[in-house]
């Protein structure tokens, strides 16, 4: 056990599917798996471990931004010996060349954070996530008709800033949207020699100003969490 996991290590499997909202990690385990069992409560960051058809498989929550991720996923890597974690969560976008509920398979992060530098004194701005996973998530997207952008994300660690240039951010970084939370994940999996990859659902839109509601959120990204189990099957 660790201070914010109370699992065993045989309670998790070694692949998490990863949201950022304890909800939506309940909502996959009552729709998705099969025999499955609550294996953390801690700060109700909610984990679930079962079966997806054959798969064994862990499903728990990160919470919001990189420092809680960034908790989790080390955790998870280093103490409970996870090999994978595929985040799944939401975004914003930054172009309205993106529609709500539109999904993204993140080829490449940019964040002006500074948790890579604080927590190993890694200093660049732009991460990437595992080659081999993006590639088993994009056939497994093609088999499953399911229509997938894979593009740049900005990372921040501010939800509401009173200044934010994110047309720069599209035409200069090309980054197509914002999240919080892959940067630290695809960081510790670099440091740690562990794989990871982040799809993402348009949850709302700062160009057009569409937004979802938090049930939606909740309960309406089922193409993502597909895509993100069905992906699971194929890898070792």
């Known amino acids: 056990m660790t201070p914010h996991i109370e699992a065993l290590k045989e309670d998790i499997?070694?692949?998490?599917?990863?949201?950022g909202d304890?909800?939506?990690?309940?909502?996959?385990?009552?729709?998705y798996l099969t025999n499955y069992k609550l294996?953390?409560?801690?700060?109700s960051m909610f984990g679930y471990t079962g079966f997806y058809k054959d798969k064994k498989v862990t499903v728990m929550?990160?919470?919001m931004g990189m420092p809680s991720m960034g908790i989790y996923s080390y955790e998870l890597f280093k103490f409970y010996d996870v090999d994978i974690i595929i985040r799944?969560?939401?975004?914003?976008s930054y172009t309205d060349k993106l529609n709500i509920f539109d999904v993204i398979l993140t080829d490449s992060v940019y964040s002006d954070s500074s948790y890579a530098k604080v927590q190993n004194n890694f200093t660049d701005n732009i991460l990437h996530p595992s080659l081999e996973?993006?590639?088993i998530i994009e056939k497994t997207a093609l088999e499953n008709n399911i229509k997938i952008h894979k593009e740049r994300i900005y990372c921040s660690d501010v939800f509401y800033k009173e200044k934010d240039d994110f047309v720069n951010k599209y035409e200069t970084l090309n980054c197509v949207g914002v999240e919080m939370e892959s940067f630290a994940l695809f960081h510790n999996a670099n440091i740690l020699n562990k794989k990871a990859a982040c799809i993402l659902t348009v949850?709302?839109?700062?160009?057009?100003?569409e937004a979802t509601t938090s049930q939606q959120r909740e309960k309406s990204l089922n193409d993502m969490i597909k895509l993100a189990l069905e992906s699971a099957l194929l890898i070792n």
């Not at 304890?22 to 729709?31: F, S, V």
């Not at 949850?203 to 100003?209: A, E, F, G, P, Q």
């Open 13 to 19: 499997a070694n692949i998490v599917i990863m949201p």
């Open 22 to 31: 304890p909800k939506r990690a309940k909502y996959i385990a009552e729709n």
């Open 39 to 43: 294996i953390n409560e801690v700060r």
């Open 61 to 63: 929550a990160s919470g």
């Open 88 to 92: 799944i969560g939401s975004c914003g």
């Open 133 to 135: 996973v993006n590639n």
């Open 203 to 209: 949850s709302d839109s700062l160009v057009t100003k």
